[in-house]
């Protein structure tokens, strides 16, 4: 059979009795959700009177609907009267598909033998066996796998090799001009991608930051002008098989040094790589965002005081803002930590993501969970004060198996109309429905909060 695909793919080859352009320059914004704009300047021949063009190598998963086409000289008359996308690619079932009931030949082999020629009419391919009617009448079975050659008188009308545009148009004149086509296209998405190195004391974090490009689109975009927009898009809900088309320009944020120039772009950020990039079709491409970056952290221990929990999580916090040594836009992605042993190895201790964080806002990463310090809610009593009014007893413990001393914030989520008596430590009222304590837990010790909730219904 592969003799069988090289003879179909040589037929291939002399299809396309129009004219097809090269692109000459071409731009790509991508998206975070599943969307690429592409621009291109292709150089097209245009002849005088009514014509057909074809505009080849565009993705395969193209919004058609959302193609623009315009001149870049508007002093030349061309009329563009339709527009047709054609995506029915060549393929060895495709063409035998098309040739049902028409006249083709075939070459046996078998065991390194000579053939045998068969000419019919082909009545039947399922990709085990070709049926065809001979001139004789006689009706002839022949194995797939026994095929060595096939001929078509020519290729099927309406299979293309690539995916391609097709404009039929009206011009006053022959002429070879500039027209620049934008269209949007799904398979391509971005997203950002962090590593931070914590410091040996843990006081401070190494940051560097990726943009991880994920092209499925059908198309390659060689020496591209590459821009990325981080923010949300609305855009409509798709008609079926229509996908929602939206032009919509993206924002961006200051120069950031090492890869990408970020500015404002209306309500989001855009980020422009300062180099044209080749963007392989199926392939991921990582592009640094910015140049690494040092910022101050702390480190938090946090207890959920629930009856049944017993987990401490560890956070990452800092802000985002030039005092602490970040102070960028930061686009929503995720953040895996490092830390280094002491032979310099990388050790992961652990992952999350970050939405997008605008200047001068909090970051607080869920780390993963302590390991030496516990926590524990015990439910000491309850009681009925009245027929609206009940109070719980209860009894918080954190206990810390290390061998130096931790600070744990302990959150205690409440609802309806409560009230806090007789704490044994003083806590902050962060919400209608939180409070916190700040514990400090000796080491290889624990300490214990006590109080009364009050609860009125």
Known sequence: MSRLAYKILMIAAIVLSFSLVIADDISVTVYNSDLGVVRETRTLEFSAGSGRIGFTDVAARIDASSVTF????????????????AYDLVSADKIYNKYLDQQIDIITASGGQAGELFSGTLLSYNGGYLIIRQADGKIRSIASDQVRDVTFPSLPGGLITRPTLFWLYQSDTTAAVEALVGYQTTGIGWKAEYIGILSDDEKSLDLTGWVSIDNRSGKTYTDARLKVVAGDIHRARPERRMRGSSMTKSMAMPQMAAGFEEKQFFEYHLYTLPRPATIANNETKQLSMFEPVQAQVTKQLSYNAQPGNKTVNVYIKTRNNDEVGLGMPLPAGRVRLFKADSDQSLILLGEDRIGHTPRNEEIKLNVGKAFDVIGETIEVSRRRVTDKINE????????????????????????????????????????????????????????????TLRVTR
Request: aromatic letters at 10%.
């Open 70 to 85: 315009e001149l870049v000289d508007t002093t030349i008359a061309v009329e563009i009267l339709e527009q047709n996308f």
């Open 392 to 451: 719980i007893d209860f009894r918080i413990e954190i206990r810390n198996q290390k061998d130096k001393a931790e600070t744990v914030t302990v959150v205690q989520k409440l609802s309806g109309y409560w009230e806090i008596l007789n704490p044994s430590l003083d806590y902050f009222k962060k919400s209608a429905n939180e409070i916190n304590w700040t514990v400090d837990v000796p080491a290889e010790g624990k300490a214990v909060i006590d109080f």
